[in-house]
């Protein structure tokens, strides 16, 4: 177990350490935060937001006559990722918004993420300048070609040093593979390769090839009338390259290598829960739909959000998950309104912390939900901006459903359903935690005594 990352005892209490973006009024559209993750070594944290831009925070040193206070995230570097276009084939806008970003692990100094909206995925290269070169003979000092004749001397160009400047730049541009919406993207354990997914289909790239791709999954019927299903999500296992799993609408999750056939239309394994007959209802299909796949770090397990559940399942055990737990069950009975207000098609995701022990996921009212897999606790935790203060220990909440309500209790038909916590992300070896709020981002640690 990775020291620091514990279980989520009653001892753990969870304070707020800063929070980024706005204050609501005046909001756009455009600034509402679409994805969230942290690079490898958790120094980087990066946002993705509907305006198509992309805002990398790093973690300051941390202070050392101020040990109490850890390193804060601040802005490092803020770039437009991409920009709205318009398929003039098909008559259709493709928004700029961020679906996901991924990192890739650090080979030098220089950082790599991709990120991808709806069509087409980027490889962004974020790197320092400290120093510029002075002295050229061919350029004079404004970067103008000299003439020439008027040179008379050589110079040998020197480097001075000059204020930091972060550059991002895209090296590669990998489009036109998709007919439908990328949901996700996946980095490969080999580094070399990764994968993008749509509703109907999954495509293998290599970093270094933009114009080609491989199909691995098609699940386009010849007529597309007798269509079922569609994938909701995909990713690669953390160590084995050939293996990968994706989700379906339906509720079920399949596991395909790489090596058994080029095209894994056919699953190595399947992984489905039988339905409770008593709990059928018209929504039952709406809500089994599984929003989110992650693989734990150990490889050993999955993890899927659908709308009230996750649910964790051994890569051993296809019949059933091992684990269960209920999001916010309350919502069992506003299903119809929720419908109705198409809060029902949210689509939530859910992540692991460093040591596979717990998991995370958000919910309304911007409540998040954590549940302990050892102790089998959970609590529920509130991103606002009432408890801002710095070092303020989050007070667990509760939500009544029914008869007389506590004073510290909220009641199930006062909760603000605009806003949601659908993206989270947790620090890959410390108790911090990252959660989009809307258009703010909190990050939230672990009160160290």
């Known amino acids: 177990m990775i020291p620091g990352i514990g279980t989520l005892t009653q001892d753990t209490l969870w304070c707020f350490s800063q929070v980024k973006g706005t204050i609501e009024i005046g909001t756009t559209e455009a600034d509402i935060i679409s994805t969230v993750e942290f690079n490898h070594t958790g120094e980087l944290l990066a946002t993705g937001d509907k305006g198509g831009r992309v805002v990398i925070f790093q973690r300051e040193q941390e202070s050392k006559n101020q040990v109490h206070r850890r390193g804060e995230y601040n802005v490092y570097s803020t770039f437009q990722s991409h920009e709205p276009e318009f398929d003039y084939l098909k008559s259709l806008e493709i928004e700029e918004k961020i679906n996901k970003i991924r990192w890739l692990p650090q080979q030098n100094a220089a950082y790599f993420l991709l990120s991808t909206n709806d069509k ?43 204020d930091l400047m972060v550059e991002a730049t895209p090296r590669r541009v990998f489009a036109n593979a ?27 790239w290599n970093f270094e090839i933009t114009n080609q791709s491989f199909n691995i999954v098609d699940i ?13 999500a995909a990713e690669f296992h953390p160590h084995h ?6 989700s379906s609408s339906k509720g ?4 395909c290598d790489m090596r058994a056939s080029a095209l894994c239309d056919r699953h190595t394994k ?14 039952s299909e709406i809500i089994s739909s599984i929003s989110d796949v992650k693989f734990s770090h150990s490889g050993r397990y999955i993890m899927t959000r659908d709308y009230l559940t996750i649910k964790v399942w051994d890569l051993n055990m296809e019949n059933r998950p091992i684990e269960t737990y209920q999001v916010h069950d309350y919502l069992r009975s506003k299903l119809c309104s929720l419908y109705e207000n198409d809060c029902i098609f949210d689509k939530f ?20 939900r954590m549940f302990d897999r050892n102790t089998k606790r959970d609590v529920t935790l509130e991103a606002s901006r009432e408890n801002s203060k ?25 909760l603000d359903f605009s806003k949601k916590i659908l993206h989270t992300a947790w620090h890959p070896s410390e108790n911090i935690i990252a959660v989009a709020a809307t258009n703010n981002l909190y990050i939230f640690q672990d009160k160290v005594n």
């Open 349 to 368: 995701e859910c992540v692991w912390n460093g040591s596979d022990s717990v998991i995370m996921t958000g919910s309304y009212n911007n409540f998040f």
């Open 241 to 246: 390259c050939n293996t990968f799993v994706y």
């Open 120 to 162: 087409t995925v980027k490889l962004w290269k974020v790197s320092e300048r400290d120093k510029r070169p002075e002295g050229y003979n061919l350029k004079d000092e404004e970067g103008r070609l000299r003439d020439p004749a008027t040179i008379t001397t050589l110079r040998v160009p020197v480097l001075r040093p000059m």
């Open 178 to 204: 998709h007919t439908y919406h990328i949901n996700s993207i996946s980095v490969n354990s080999d580094y070399e390769t990764y994968m993008s997914a749509d509703d109907l289909r999954i495509n293998l």
């Open 270 to 283: 399947f992984f489905e829960e039988p339905e409770d007959p008593s709990n059928r209802s018209f929504f």
């Open 220 to 232: 386009k019927p010849a007529n597309m009338e007798e269509l079922t299903e569609v994938i909701t």
């Open 390 to 414: 710095p070092r303020a220990i989050l007070k667990p909440r509760k939500v009544c459903v029914g008869g007389k309500r506590r004073k510290d209790e909220i009641s199930v038909d006062s």
């Open 252 to 255: 079920t999750i399949r596991l």
